[in-house]
């Protein structure tokens, strides 16, 4: 029987829960996919409520979202390319990640991870300003896992790889401070990633708002280790939820595809990224 899962905040899992798929040590068999890894954590755009973005932008988001689905998933849920390892493969049966329920004294070094993973990331290049981009895109991670430890999931690998993050369908609004502060680290982008108009989620959903892995330990595995033990965990809290997602990198599709996810909506955005929307319906 493996380890329950510890610690996090309101959304830990019950003491008697103890999670099979979840994985303390998860091990990859032969039988696995190719092995990718994902890099960007999600897209680290606008996190903006519908009345924060009527204020600066004069836009209403689209009919259908709440407040704090519009601020993720244009934020950090629209992006995660995962890349193929290059050149030699590591022996599949010599894999073990031990991923566990963060803390918030996991917080700074899982957002450093995040930073590492999305400094190139064709969303948050284009959806955070250029001028001092990596101290934006630093303080907009840390703050989004924050966020997610208080009223969602956040878990973590034990070597600061990787994390990824998930919020419950009935997620309260940030506040206004939050939100203040988050407009003024998108600066004048703010305005146009307040225009995209992304589908919103299945009712009941939860959202898989960000996942990233440092760009060192990408390819072998993690990644996919990481979105399988983060929907199992969403699920053993909330049976028969679905799970939602956007990612912007195509590499990303057939990775959650493999993970049971499948392709809901495809958004072009002008002079932008293109948003794939994807759902995972519960067995």
């Known amino acids: 029987m493996l380890p329950k899962i510890v610690g996090g905040g309101p959304r830990a899992l019950p003491d008697d829960v103890r999670l099979d798929l979840m994985l303390v040590e998860h091990r990859i068999s032969t039988m696995a996919p190719p092995y990718c890894?994902?890099?960007?954590?999600?897209?680290t755009a606008a996190i903006v409520s519908h009345e924060m973005t009527r204020r600066l932008s004069g836009r209403r988001p689209s009919a259908g979202r709440s407040a704090a689905d519009t601020m993720w998933n244009?934020?950090?849920?629209?992006?995660?390319?995962?890349?193929?390892?290059?050149g030699r493969r590591k022996d599949p049966q010599q894999l073990a990640f031990r991923i566990r329920r963060a803390s918030g004294a996991d917080?700074?070094?899982?957002?450093?991870?995040?930073?590492a993973a999305f400094d190139s990331?064709?969303?948050?290049?284009?959806?955070?300003p250029q001028d001092d981009y990596e101290n934006?895109?630093?303080?907009?991670?840390?703050?989004?896992?924050?966020?997610a430890l208080d009223e969602g999931i956040v878990l973590v690998d034990d070597e600061d790889r990787g994390v990824i993050a998930l919020l419950p369908p009935d997620v309260s609004a940030p506040s206004a401070d939050f939100q203040e502060r988050v407009a003024e680290l998108h600066g004048e982008r703010l305005e146009a990633v307040a225009a995209v108009d992304i589908p919103p989620h299945p009712a009941g959903a939860?959202?898989?708002?960000t996942v990233g892995v440092h760009p060192r330990s990408q390819g072998v595995g993690l990644g996919a280790a990481l979105v399988h033990a983060g929907v199992s965990a969403a699920r053993e809290v909330d049976p028969g939820a679905g799970v939602a997602l956007e990612t912007s990198d195509l590499r990303n599709v057939g990775l959650y595809e493999r993970a049971g996810f499948?392709?809901?909506?495809?958004?072009?955005?002008?002079?932008?990224p293109v948003v794939y929307s994807m759902q995972s319906v519960a067995p």
């Not at 244009?74 to 290059?86: L, T």
């Not at 917080?107 to 930073?115: E, G």
């Not at 939860?206 to 708002?209: K, T, Y």
């Not at 499948?262 to 932008?272: E, F, H, L, S």
């Open 37 to 43: 890894a994902i890099s960007p954590v999600g897209e």
């Open 74 to 86: 244009s934020a950090a849920s629209v992006a995660r390319p995962a890349h193929r390892e290059s």
């Open 107 to 115: 917080l700074d070094a899982a957002a450093s991870t995040l930073v």
């Open 121 to 128: 990331y064709a969303w948050t290049r284009w959806s955070i």
């Open 136 to 147: 934006r895109l630093a303080q907009l991670q840390r703050m989004y896992l924050g966020y």
């Open 206 to 209: 939860w959202n898989l708002a």
């Open 262 to 272: 499948t392709v809901t909506a495809t958004t072009v955005i002008v002079d932008g």
